[in-house]
């Protein structure tokens, strides 16, 4: 029997990478016929630096993030995907990935992009990706390279 996948989680952001992930992840979805849970994380410590920390910040983020998840989620739906389901949650984004949303949503594969961060950066932060490796419950496919669309001749 071969390796099937149910629920398969992508976080998304925003990035040109995420939206790779993203549309690998559609076609896991549809080949396994499996349910898609789009994510995004708002980190909130991103605002901690700004002065008088005000909630149109956080307000304009959960938009940002709606905005992008309804949008995506629409477009997996048209790419033929049968059921997809979206959460927006707070906090440190690797973390929460990695430990809260597999979890909550029985997630047996998360699909990411290789995040760009230069070598100080990951050595400072270590990358979203790098920490769902190794703390996921669950396989991890990390996307590195866009899908070339398919040509048409």
């Given at each position: ?57 956080s307000e304009r983020a959960k938009e940002f993030a709606e905005e992008l998840l309804e949008n995506y989620k ?32 029985n997630v047996d594969l998360i699909v990411c992009g290789a995040t760009g961060m230069n070598a100080v950066e ?32």
């Open positions: 029997m071969g390796l099937t996948y149910k629920n398969v989680l992508v976080a998304v952001d925003g990035s040109k990478e995420a939206a790779w992930a993203f549309k690998k992840a559609i076609e896991i979805a549809k080949r396994n016929n499996a349910k898609l849970f789009l994510t995004h994380v708002i980190d909130l410590r991103t605002f901690a630096t700004v002065e008088a920390y005000d909630r149109t910040i629409q477009q997996a739906l048209e790419a033929g995907v049968k059921e997809v389901t979206y959460d927006i949650d707070y906090g440190s984004p690797k973390v929460k990935i990695a430990k809260d949303i597999a979890k909550r949503f990951r050595f400072f932060i270590g990358s979203v990706s790098e920490h769902i490796v190794r703390y996921a419950p669950c396989d991890v496919m990390i996307i590195r390279t866009e899908k070339e669309e398919e040509q048409l001749s």
